[in-house]
């Protein structure tokens, strides 16, 4: 079992910042691809932002320029840097890790983190 262990969520005015942080742990394997999701209160989960273990990333074009991914692969964390926060990017952030355990792939999800950003 793996487990996601996110934090940094919270409230923040409109401008704002937030960092969000995810710790994996347990029997991980070799991690593929870490991640964040978010959905909305009556929206589809959708990607935010996600990185390879070689350090490429992929970000959904709302939050290009603003959301900043990393990653530190000791620590099997990854991070989301969010600047200029706007209204519309409040929803549940959840982390998500694409691994390998056994030759098998996996995907596990965290329990998410609220964010919400008031105007």
């Known amino acids: 079992q793996v487990q996601l262990v996110e934090s940094g969520g919270g409230l923040v005015q409109a401008g704002g910042s937030l960092r969000l942080s995810c710790t994996a742990s347990g029997s991980i394997g070799s991690i593929n691809i870490m991640g964040w999701h978010r959905q909305a209160p009556g929206k589809q989960r959708e990607l935010v932002a996600a990185?390879?273990?070689?350090?490429?990333?992929n970000y959904a074009d709302s939050v290009k320029g603003r959301f900043t991914i990393s990653r530190d692969n000791a620590k099997n964390t990854v991070y989301l840097q969010m600047n200029s926060l706007k209204p519309e990017d409040t929803a549940v952030y959840y982390c998500n890790l694409q691994g390998t355990r056994r030759f098998l792939k996996y995907d596990s999800w965290g329990q998410g983190t609220q964010v919400t950003v008031s105007s």
């Open positions: 990185i390879s273990g070689e350090g490429s990333t």
